[in-house]
């Protein structure tokens, strides 16, 4: 028994066989861009005599060049 596919079927899996290629495509993509971004990771420059300073402190983020360094000395630390 010999198996034939008619012109028509074939046109139409492959059809159906690219709209989901597409469909996949479009939702893989969709799925990327609405994936949320990582924060740059920048580098900070400090300047040089910030550095020790804030190593006296183990390096602590809330300690910055802006920092109120005189707060830390009068006793009235609000935070």
């Keep these: 028994m010999e198996v034939r596919f008619s012109p ?3 046109a139409l899996a492959g059809i159906v066989a690219a709209a989901g290629f597409f469909v996949g495509g479009y939702c893989a993509a969709m799925a990327a ?7 740059p990771t920048a580098q900070v420059s400090f ?8 190593d006296a402190y183990d390096r602590n ?3 910055t060049p802006a920092f109120d360094f005189a707060a830390l000395y009068s006793g009235d630390i609000r935070g």
């Design 8 to 10: 028509l079927w074939t």
């Design 33 to 39: 861009a609405a994936a949320p971004a990582e924060p």
């Design 61 to 63: 983020p809330s300690i």
């Design 47 to 54: 300047p040089d005599w910030f550095l020790p300073i804030w």
